[in-house]
T-cell receptor, first 108, second 120 residues
């Protein structure tokens, strides 16, 4: 699985968009980009995934660069409940190797 | 989305005892389940991949005789920490893949709520 690099922490004002970047420069052609988040002392929650095209669901949008070496998770209107550690994973379905993630704090 | 449960949610045991943690997929069948361990303020570390009806595959550095994994059915995998010691105290999390979702490579894993193990 490709290694991912994320900033260790970010702040975002409540109601504003949160843009979380992820670098996965060694991603291979058949590896997907997955995003999960973990609220303290809970199991990770699936957010979104993609291969090449940008994706959107009820939780977030995923923007993947054309060369697939990086991506950005966008939470369009952050709320206090979005405060969590966000993990970007580049890989296939069989094994997920978690990086250190980004600790997002949504500020009132 | 699919639901994965774990039991117990937290357990405290004495050093030298064995502890069993159950992971169940409640509304789907899972040929593959995964076990992770997470120490405080650290990321999740994959311990092993559990396949229904076959032996688990352990990650490098994980002792298979200490962490026994049994995946006896399409909805249940168990992790037994044998002869637990204080350094085994951690947050153990399982995940599962939905067999009937087609088995495509993009299938996400569904995670359980985790089990907090404290060894005294």
């Amino acid at each position: 699985d490709a290694k991912t690099t994320q900033p260790p922490s970010m702040d975002c004002a409540e109601g504003r968009a949160a843009n979380l970047p992820c670098n996965h420069s060694t991603i291979s052609g058949n590896e997907y980009v997955y995003w999960y988040r973990q609220i303290h002392s809970q199991g990770p929650q699936y957010i979104i995934h993609g291969l090449k095209n940008n994706e959107t669901n009820e939780m977030a949008s995923l923007i993947i660069t054309e060369d697939r070496k990086s991506s950005t998770l966008i939470l369009p209107h952050a709320t206090l409940r979005d405060t969590a550690v966000y993990y970007c994973i580049a890989g296939r379905f069989n094994q997920f190797y978690f990086g250190t993630g980004t600790s997002l704090t949504v500020i009132p | 989305g699919a639901v994965v449960s774990q039991h117990p949610s937290r357990v405290i045991c004495k050093s030298g005892t064995s502890v069993k943690i159950e992971c169940r997929s409640l509304d789907f069948q899972a040929t593959t389940m995964f076990w992770y361990r997470q120490f405080p303020k650290q990321s999740l570390m994959l311990m092993a991949t559990s396949n229904e009806g076959s032996k688990a595959t352990y990650e490098q550095g994980v002792e298979k005789d200490k962490f026994l994994i049994n995946h006896a059915s399409l909805t249940l995998s168990t992790l037994t920490v044998t002869s637990a010691h204080p350094e085994d105290s951690s947050f153990y999390i399982c995940s599962a893949r939905d067999l009937l979702a087609g088995g495509h490579s993009y299938n996400e894993q569904f995670f359980g709520p985790g089990t907090r193990l404290t060894v005294l």
